[in-house]
């Protein structure tokens, strides 16, 4: 099993709620990355998490929180978003989170728009 | 630091023609190089990947090979279909746990 699986698919919240996001790979991978994609452009790397702790934040603003409650399963907490937010934001996960030759699999994403 | 060129699109082909985007890289050492596809609405998918000089990668009739003297890693395809319409993206990987994309490539096929 190669996948990575992300919910929800679409996600439309106002600048009030507040929200998660759900990544879930089964492959023993023990690095997983949060990443936000606007359109026409490529993934900017937000958080990396390996091993269960957090290991990069790329400066990512508080209103984001991400979480990771085992080997298997990370969370993205949003809060008090902007519009400028709306995005795709991808989960990917990876064997470790140095190595050079690993490859990163990506989930499909979720399409958020902030109202 | 690191940094992935590839070459602006979009593309557009007629089915069965040739395909190449280019991509240069600049980075110390000796990356891992890689190439992913994203179809519309979704999420990236690894296309093929090389980590060594000289390495080609290939999957689904597409190829890339690993240049050091000339730091690039070129993508080709024979004849391409329209399902191969999508956005394509070069990438390195060091061992500093971050990925560095190019920009992205869009390809369009038509029939």
């Known amino acids: 099993d190669t996948e990575v699986t992300q919910t929800p698919k679409h996600l439309v919240m106002g600048m009030t709620n507040k929200k998660s996001l759900k990544c879930e790979q089964h492959?023993?991978?023990?690095?997983m990355y949060w990443y936000k994609q606007k359109a026409k452009k490529p993934p900017e790397l937000m958080f990396v998490?390996?091993?269960?702790?957090?290991?990069i934040n790329e400066s990512v603003p508080s209103r984001f929180s991400p979480e990771c409650p085992n080997s298997s399963l990370l969370n993205l907490h949003l809060h008090a978003l902007q519009p400028e937010d709306s995005a795709l934001y991808l989960c990917?996960?990876?064997?470790?989170?140095?190595?050079?030759?690993?490859?990163?699999?990506f989930g499909p994403g979720t399409r958020l728009t902030v109202l | 630091g690191n940094s992935v060129t590839q070459m602006e699109g979009p593309v557009t082909l007629s089915e069965e023609a040739f395909l190449t985007i280019n991509c240069t890289y600049t980075?110390?050492?000796?990356?891992?190089l890689f190439w992913y596809v994203q179809y519309p609405g979704e999420g990236l998918q690894l296309l093929l990947k090389a980590t060594k000089a000289d390495d080609k990668g290939s999957n689904k009739g597409f190829e890339a090979t690993y240049r050091k003297e000339t730091t690039s890693f070129h993508l080709e395809k024979g004849s391409v279909q329209v399902s191969d319409s999508a956005v394509y993206f070069c990438?390195?990987?060091?061992?500093?746990?971050?990925?560095?994309f190019g920009d992205g490539t869009t390809l369009t096929v038509k029939p």
């Open positions: 990917a996960s990876s064997l470790v989170e140095t190595s050079l030759t690993d490859t990163q699999y």
């Open positions: 990438a390195l990987n060091t061992n500093a746990g971050k990925s560095t």
């Open positions: 980075a110390t050492g000796y990356p891992s």
């Open positions: 492959m023993g991978h023990r690095a």
């Open positions: 998490y390996s091993y269960e702790k957090l290991s």
